[in-house]
C-alpha cells in the first residue's frame, strides 16, 4: 500500500495537461490525453480498492486525501471539457457578430465577463501545466460550476434567437445548427452567405452579385445553377436590404416571379419559331414544361377532332415520333453539356408522350374523359389566372417555379404512372403518400421526379432510430410554414414512441390544411400556414429494426406499393437519350444479357447487374456514338458491354460472359476502342 501511494505521488507530479492553441487566439485549450485519462480511472478504482483494506488505518489520511484529489481532477477535466466546447461555440457569436450583440444585447454583456473568466482559469492552467495541481485549486469547482450554468443561460437565448429566425425563414429548419449560427452572424455580408445556398435552394449555387452601392449593398442579378450547368438572369435585378431571413426570401419571391415572367413569354416563342431554334433560349425546366404543355395541347386538340377526322390520333403519334427522331438526331451533334442534358430530358419526356399517344391509340380511346388520358399528369396555362397547373384525374395543382436547375430526369415507366396517380391523389386529399417496397426500385426517386415536374422544392432525410420527436416537429415546422415537401426515407426506422408523436404533428398540419387555417400550431409553436407542403414516407417492408406504424399515422397516409422497375424500358429510353436510333432492339438484347448473367454468372461481391450499371455502360456507348457516327449501333452497343464489363468478370465466368454475348449480338467483334497515347505511357 505504501509502494503504491509512492507511485501515485511520482506518477501525478508528471502528468501535465495536453494544450491545442486556438484558431485566433491567445490562448489554448486544455484536456487529459487519453491515456492519461484512463490511468486516472485505473487509479481511483485503486484508491477505492485501498480504502476498503483491513490496513487502511496506517494510511488513512492519505487514501482519503488521494481519493478527494483524483476525484476533483476528473470533474475539473469533465466540466473544462464541457465549458471549453460551449464557449469556443458561443465566442464568436456573442463578441463577433453584430446581429447577435444587437439582438441579444444582455446575453452578449453578459458573455464579456464569462469569457473574461475562462480565459482566466486557461492561462493559469498553462502557467502551471500539471492536472493534479491546478484541479485542486481552492473554490476552483465551484466557479466552474457557475460558469457552466451562466453558459447554458447564453445558450438557451441563442436557441430561442435561432427559432425566431426560423419562424421567420421556414427554410432554416433544414439548415444545420453551425451553419445557420454562420449565415445569421454574417447577414450583413450577402457574399459570405453565398456558400450555404445550396442548402437553402434547390438547385441554387450562387447568385451573381453587383458591386456593393453607396449605402453598401448589393444586388444579385444571376442565379447560377449547382444542378447542371445553367444560369439565368433575374427578370429585374434585386437589392438585398435588410435581416439576411428578409433578403432570402425576397431571393424566393423573385425567384418564382423570374421563371413564371420566362414561361409566359416562352409560350408565343415556342409557337413562333423552329422548335430547334427555340430549345435552347430558355432554362431547362421551362422548356419541358411548354413542350410538355405542347403535347398535352396536340392530343386534346386530336381527341376533340376525331368525330370529323378518325385518324387525327394516330397523325398525332406521327409526329410525336418524329419531332422524337428530330431529338435523337440532335443529341448527335456537337452540343455543350448543358444543351445536352436539356435534349437527354427532352428525349426522356418525349419517348414517354409517344408511348402513351400509341396507348390512346390501341385502346381506342374516344374522348380526353378517359381514364387512360386522365391518368396522366398534364401541363396547362390558365388564362384566367395567368399561371401554370398541373391537373391529373381531378386534381388540380399549381405550378411551383422552384428552381431547378439543368439536371437529368426520370424515365417514366407504367410504374411512375401510378406512383403519380397515387401522390397526386393524397395531395389532393390532404394527406401524405407513402410508397412501400423493395430497395432499389425508385420510392425516393420517383417523388423527387414528380416534385421536378411540379417545381417544388424538397427535401430528402434519412430516418433512423437516433431521430426524435422534437427534431421531427421542427422538419414538420419548416415544411408546413415553407410549402416545402419532405421525403422521409425508411421512416419505419425510427422507434415507436416517436412515430406516434409524429402523428400527432403530421395530423395538426393535415387539419389545419383541411380547415382552410392560415395558422397551425406544432408543440405549442404557431406558425404561418403553406397549404401547398407534401409529406412522402417511404418504408422497406420486413427488414430488421424496422417498426410497424402506429394505425393513427397510417390513417394519414395513402399507401403504394412499389414493385421491381420495367428496366427494359427505362434502357430504351436512356438509349435514345444518348443518340440511338435502334434503341427497342438494342434494349431487348441489353436487358436479356444482364438478366442472364444475373442468373448464370457466379455470385461475385462486385457484380452489379441493376440500374446503376446499366446507366454506366450507357453512358459509355453514347460516347462511342458521338465519336464515330457511322457506326452501326449493334457493333457500338456490343463493343460498350464487351469492353465495360469484360474486366470486371471473374476468370471462371469470362468464358459463359463471351458466349451469351455471341449469341446476342452473333458475327459481331468490332475492335477495341483503343487510347494509343494512353497505353504508351503505362508501358
Known amino acids: 500500500m505504501e509502494k503504491n501511494l509512492a507511485k501515485l505521488k511520482e506518477t501525478w507530479t508528471s502528468i501535465n495537461f495536453v494544450f491545442t492553441q486556438m484558431k485566433d487566439s491567445e490562448v489554448s485549450t486544455i484536456k487529459l490525453s487519453e491515456d492519461d485519462f484512463e490511468l486516472l480511472e485505473e487509479n481511483q478504482m485503486m484508491v477505492q480498492g485501498m480504502g476498503a483494506s483491513r490496513f487502511v488505518a496506517t494510511f488513512e489520511s492519505e487514501i482519503t486525501s488521494w481519493q478527494a484529489n483524483l476525484g476533483n481532477v476528473n470533474s475539473v477535466c469533465v466540466q473544462m471539457g464541457e465549458i471549453q466546447r460551449t464557449w469556443s461555440f458561443l465566442e464568436s457569436l456573442f463578441l463577433h457578430s453584430d446581429e447577435v450583440k444587437k439582438e441579444l444585447p444582455e446575453q452578449s454583456k453578459s458573455f464579456v465577463g464569462i469569457d473574461s473568466k475562462v480565459r482566466n482559469f486557461l492561462s493559469q492552467a498553462e502557467k502551471i501545466k500539471n492536472a493534479l495541481q491546478f484541479c485542486n485549486i481552492s473554490g476552483l469547482e465551484k466557479d466552474l460550476t457557475t460558469i457552466e450554468k451562466e453558459l447554458k443561460v447564453c445558450e438557451k437565448a441563442l436557441y430561442d434567437f435561432m427559432a425566431t429566425k426560423q419562424a421567420q425563414f421556414p427554410r432554416f429548419y433544414f439548415v444545420a445548427t453551425a451553419d445557420l449560427l454562420d449565415i445569421l452572424s454574417n447577414g450583413n455580408n450577402p457574399g459570405k452567405i453565398m456558400k450555404h445556398m445550396p442548402k437553402i435552394f434547390q438547385a441554387i449555387e450562387t447568385l451573381v452579385l453587383s458591386d456593393p452601392s453607396n449605402d453598401g449593398r448589393v444586388d444579385a442579378t444571376e442565379m447560377i445553377s449547382c444542378v447542371g450547368v445553367e444560369k439565368v438572369k433575374f427578370c429585374k435585378p434585386l437589392r438585398l436590404l435588410g435581416k439576411v431571413e428578409i433578403y432570402l426570401q425576397d431571393v424566393i419571391d423573385r425567384m418564382r416571379e423570374t421563371l413564371k415572367v420566362i414561361g409566359a413569354d416562352s409560350l408565343p416563342r415556342f409557337k413562333q419559331k423552329a422548335k430547334a431554334d427555340w430549345l435552347f433560349e430558355d432554362p431547362a425546366q421551362i422548356t419541358l414544361l411548354i413542350n410538355m404543355l405542347s403535347w398535352v395541347e396536340n392530343v386534346e386538340n386530336a381527341l376533340l377532332n376525331l368525330s370529323t377526322k ?350 451469351l454475348l455471341g449469341d446476342l449480338f452473333p458475327g459481331i467483334n468490332p475492335p477495341r476502342k483503343r487510347d494509343m497515347t494512353f497505353e504508351d505511357i503505362i508501358v
Open 310 to 659: 378518325p385518324d387525327a390520333l394516330k397523325e398525332a403519334h406521327q409526329t410525336q415520333v418524329k419531332l422524337l427522331t428530330d431529338l435523337i438526331l440532335m443529341v448527335r451533334t456537337n452540343l455543350t453539356k448543358e444543351q445536352r442534358t436539356k435534349v437527354m430530358c427532352l428525349i426522356t419526356m418525349d419517348a414517354h408522350s409517344r408511348d402513351i399517344l400509341k396507348r390512346l391509340c390501341d385502346q381506342g380511346v374516344k374522348s380526353a374523359d378517359e381514364f387512360v388520358w386522365q391518368a396522366q399528369l398534364k401541363p396547362y396555362w390558365n388564362t384566367g389566372k395567368k399561371d401554370f397547373e398541373f391537373k391529373i384525374m381531378d386534381a388540380c395543382l399549381a405550378y411551383g417555379y422552384e428552381y431547378l436547375g439543368n439536371g437529368p430526369r426520370l424515365v417514366v415507366t407504367d410504374l411512375t404512372d401510378r406512383i403519380y396517380v397515387t401522390a397526386t391523389q393524397a395531395l389532393h386529399l390532404k394527406m401524405g403518400c407513402a410508397p412501400a417496397g423493395p430497395a432499389g426500385t425508385g420510392k425516393t426517386e420517383t417523388t423527387k421526379d414528380l416534385s421536378s415536374c411540379l417545381a417544388k422544392a424538397i427535401y430528402v432525410f434519412n430516418c433512423s432510430d437516433q431521430m426524435d420527436y422534437l427534431g421531427m416537429g421542427g422538419i414538420y415546422k419548416g415544411l408546413a410554414a415553407s410549402g416545402s415537401w419532405g421525403c422521409f426515407d425508411e421512416f419505419n426506422r425510427l422507434l415507436p414512441a416517436v412515430l406516434s408523436v409524429c402523428s400527432v404533428q403530421f395530423k395538426a398540419v393535415t387539419d389545419a390544411i383541411k380547415e382552410n387555417r392560415e395558422k397551425f400550431t406544432i408543440e405549442g409553436e404557431s406558425l404561418v400556414l403553406d397549404p401547398t407542403c407534401g409529406v412522402f414516407i417511404t418504408m422497406n417492408p420486413g427488414y430488421l429494426g424496422r417498426a410497424e406504424l402506429p394505425e393513427g399515422l397510417k390513417a394519414l397516409f395513402r399507401p403504394i406499393t412499389v414493385v421491381v422497375p420495367d428496366l427494359e424500358l427505362i434502357c430504351e429510353n436512356m438509349l435514345m437519350a444518348e443518340g440511338f436510333t435502334e434503341a427497342k432492339a438494342l434494349a431487348t438484347k441489353f436487358y436479356s444479357l444482364y438478366m442472364l448473367c444475373k442468373d448464370l454468372l457466379s455470385k461475385a461481391m462486385h457484380y452489379d447487374w441493376g440500374l446503376r450499371a446499366i446507366k454506366s455502360v450507357l453512358v459509355v456507348a453514347g460516347g462511342f456514338k458521338r465519336a464515330e457516327p457511322n457506326l452501326p449501333e449493334m457493333d457500338l452497343l456490343m463493343r460498350a458491354l464487351r469492353d465495360f464489363n469484360t474486366p470486371k468478370v471473374v476468370a471462371d465466368d469470362l468464358k459463359i460472359f463471351m458466349g
